[in-house]
């Protein structure tokens, strides 16, 4: 079953190791929704977040395959995890003098902040899972959107462990997954 | 001690006990090739194509179990490597191969004899390196060769600007790599292995499939004792053969497209199937939906990413092929299976896959079979692709270890000449015969000058059929007969290696196979026989593409009349 899945990287922090994850994507076809790269509380190491929409064996498949990767540390598919996924988006808005207080007063529902002010535009930022950054465009694509830069979702499991910080778990080998019933999938958050 | 990059370089093969090295000299890494003269113990055979270089290391490599090093230079010698470095890559065969780079000011600008081949070579490397500094060196090369011949072994490819390997640096090696992300799982799980254990010990109609794992973990007693003990017939892969004596009583041979009609019987009715140390490749498998159908499936393999990639697994165990089956020895009950050895063993008589057929033609598998009978099975085959690779894998008998090589996941087509290169150099006292078509040897021919510069004492049989004969089979088969691009008009081959110095004789009849085969065996040096066989032989059993494996061709088209 197609779905969407999201996964999360550790590597080290070498010249390379994009091109080698991102090949393995291309090579299976799959296309990348996003990815985001940043460093973690371990120098020399960074953490990817990866999320491609595609069938779930063959999306463990590709992981399997990325955790050969030399410098791959670690590569686990978060989907089906309690996890907190944010994105950060900054959007570049029309704002007019008779359009302005309502589009702050929509950024105020979404808990966004207007970062940039100026005549005839501003820029709002706003953090969120995929869907609300969605919804929030949406709305304001009404004003007219000059300009939109995402970054792309990163994601932690909820609680104190985490997928990426287990101390050696015993090697099981993972079954592709069965799909969910449609009813199993939760709702946004927010 | 300050040593320049590329004595960095020879220091660390010496220290990683290489002997020998194929290459081919360029301007990018010359300054290597000046070092090496400071390395006698470094024995450098030069090729004539790179392509030759990266499969004799593999041939080698293949042969004795080490790391096979090839060099070349930077650009077209580079990009000359890819194949035989993916067909290394395709096979799990450790090899490494050095490049030359432009200088490290001229990276990225399209230099002279620049290519990016660190990115080229990303699909088709186990791992790959560039080297930016010399100080970088020995760690680098410590790491390749640890990455090459552990775990599932493949190839490593090192990239070195020119400049680095003048540059100097300290030279320190270092006693162990830092790879935090190099996982190796060698032990299987015991949960599982009892899990396989229990099936083993309840089927009643269980097969082993055995693959080139089983070689490369040398876990040949292993898996002797396996079948022995509990009573289960053994197929191999292409690239199985030869891990499992093919005159013992419970050997089936083959599966697969051109595998034995009864081993391919046996896993389709089979209600176990032990596959060890094979990739379930789709010219094994046939349609894969319809593989095995009443089977469960314990699946061993060194490889976490094969569990379950092409058919579905019950009992998956990771781990080094020869560790999982001497514990799963020690938890096997002595079975019997009877009844279901009897009907292979039915199967075996109604269908005889490897009969060659009684005729006055000069046929290839005859040619094969006395190549056999010849050298008493005590000879190692090295083949090309095509029909002369499936003639050489079903009628020469295998009962040493680790005496078929060739080419099986990429298919490549002149990998047998310079394949059996490196193999011979690897086990210079054993017998080496190269097998070939006239169409694969065509592609690597010019190695027969490093046959002759290096005094490689290959023994050369040519399967002359005047076709691209596996092709022309499908167009026989599947296209209507219609020889698009398949004929073939090839040399004089004798007078080709005359020319290069080589001893050579040509043989039209089935009479003269014997005494030409004696004659080359009794020569010192390389040796080549043209076999002009019948030219539009097929190969059978044929499982067609697609089809599954109940669905085998089993019976050589009808005889020809003359017109």
Same mark, same amino acid.
Request: aromatic residues 8%.
């Given at each position: 079953m197609t779905m969407k899945h999201t996964l999360v990287a550790l590597v080290e922090d070498k010249p390379g190791v994009l091109n080698r994850v991102a090949s393995l994507f291309r090579r299976r076809n799959f296309n990348i929704d996003t990815i985001a790269v940043g460093h973690t509380e371990q120098p020399n190491l960074s953490r990817m977040t990866i999320v491609v929409e595609g069938d779930s064996a063959k999306v463990e498949q590709v992981r399997k395959q990325l955790d050969k990767v030399i410098e791959v540390v670690k590569i686990v598919d978060i989907t089906d995890q309690e996890i907190v996924e944010r994105e950060l988006a900054l959007i570049k808005v029309k704002a007019t003098a008779s359009t302005r207080s309502e589009i702050i007063q929509i950024v105020d529902i979404f808990r966004a902040n207007i970062v940039d002010v100026a005549s005839d535009s501003l820029i709002i930022e706003v953090t969120g899972d995929e869907d609300k950054i969605d919804s929030l465009f949406n709305l304001l694509r009404g004003f007219g959107i000059r300009e939109i830069a995402r970054t792309g979702c990163i994601a932690l499991t909820r609680g104190s462990t985490g997928p990426l910080i287990v101390e050696e778990e015993p090697k099981v080998i993972k079954q592709p997954r069965r799909p969910l019933p449609p009813e199993a999938e939760t709702a946004p958050d927010w | 001690m300050t040593k320049t990059g590329a004595q960095i370089l020879c220091e660390s093969l010496v220290m990683e006990g290489t002997e020998v090295i194929f290459g081919f000299p360029g301007g990018a890494i010359l300054p290597f090739y000046d070092a090496l003269l400071q390395y006698p113990q470094l024995r450098h055979i030069l090729v004539r194509h790179e392509q030759g270089a990266a499969h004799a290391a593999d041939g080698y490599a293949r042969a004795t179990g080490k790391v096979g090093v090839c060099v070349a230079t930077s650009g077209p010698g580079a990009a000359n490597l890819v194949t035989g470095i993916a067909n290394a890559c395709l096979d799990s065969s450790p090899i490494i191969a050095i490049t030359g780079q432009v200088a490290r000011p001229f990276i990225g600008k399209d230099a002279?004899?620049?290519?990016?081949? %660190?990115?080229?070579?990303?699909?088709? %490397?186990?791992?790959?390196?560039?080297?930016?500094?010399?100080?970088?060196?020995?760690?680098?090369?410590?790491?390749?060769?640890?990455?090459?011949?552990?775990?599932?072994?493949?190839?490593?490819?090192?990239?070195?600007?020119?400049?680095?390997?003048?540059?100097?640096?300290?030279?320190?090696?270092?006693?162990?790599?830092?790879?935090?992300?190099?996982?190796?799982?060698?032990?299987?799980?015991?949960?599982?292995?009892?899990?396989?254990?229990?099936?083993?010990?309840?089927?009643?109609?269980?097969?082993?499939?055995?693959?080139?794992?089983?070689?490369?973990?040398?876990?040949? %007693?292993?898996l002797k004792e396996l079948a022995e003990k509990a009573q289960i017939p053994v197929i191999t892969t292409l690239l199985g053969i030869s891990c499992f004596p093919e005159t013992h009583v419970l050997s089936l041979g083959m599966l697969g497209m051109h595998g034995m009609a009864y081993a391919n019987m046996a896993v389709t009715n089979a209600d176990l199937v032990i596959a060890i140390g094979m990739r379930f490749d789709d010219r094994a498998t046939g349609k894969v939906s319809a593989f095995a159908p009443q089977a469960r499936i314990i699946q061993i393999d060194i490889d976490p990413a094969e569990i379950g990639k092409n058919v579905r697994v019950d009992v998956p165990i990771v781990g080094d092929v020869k560790n999982v089956i001497s514990a799963l020895n020690k938890q096997i009950t002595p079975g019997e299976h009877i009844d279901w050895l009897r009907q292979i063993e039915q199967w075996r008589q109604e269908h005889p896959s490897t009969e060659i057929r009684d005729c006055d033609e000069l046929l290839p598998q005859y040619v094969v079979r006395q190549i056999w009978e010849v050298t008493k099975g005590d000879a190692t085959i090295v083949t090309g692709v095509g029909q002369n690779q499936m003639w050489s894998a079903q009628h020469f008998i295998y009962t040493k270890p680790n005496s078929f090589i060739s080419s099986g996941g990429l298919g490549t087509m002149g990998f047998e000449l310079p394949g059996a290169i490196g193999v011979k150099v690897g086990r210079p006292e054993e017998t080496v015969w190269c097998i070939a078509g006239d169409g694969g040897f065509q592609m690597t021919i010019q190695e027969l000058a490093t046959v002759v510069q290096e005094n490689v004492a290959i023994k050369i049989a040519i399967i002359n059929n005047g076709y691209l004969g596996m092709v022309r089979q499908w167009q026989e088969l599947f296209y209507g007969r219609r020889y698009v691009a398949t004929p073939l008009l090839g040399p004089d081959f004798v007078k080709i290696a005359e020319a290069y110095g080589i001893a050579g004789l040509r043989v039209k009849n089935k009479r003269e196979v014997i005494p030409a085969i004696e004659r080359a065996m009794e020569y010192s040096g390389p040796f080549l026989i043209d076999f002009m066989v019948e030219p539009e032989e097929n190969v059978f059993p044929m499982v067609p593409p697609g089809a599954t494996l109940a669905e085998v061709i089993e019976r050589p088209k009808p005889q020809k009349v003359n017109p």
């Open positions: - | 002279f004899q620049e290519v990016d081949i %660190t990115g080229i070579t990303v699909p088709i %490397t186990k791992h790959n390196y560039l080297v930016l500094e010399a100080a970088q060196m020995a760690k680098t090369v410590k790491g390749a060769f640890f990455i090459a011949q552990t775990g599932r072994p493949g190839p490593i490819l090192i990239d070195i600007p020119r400049d680095v390997l003048q540059e100097s640096a300290e030279f320190v090696y270092p006693d162990k790599v830092d790879l935090p992300g190099y996982k190796l799982t060698l032990q299987g799980h015991s949960a599982q292995i009892k899990r396989a254990a229990e099936l083993i010990n309840t089927a009643r109609n269980p097969v082993i499939i055995a693959g080139r794992g089983v070689i490369i973990s040398k876990a040949y %007693t292993e």
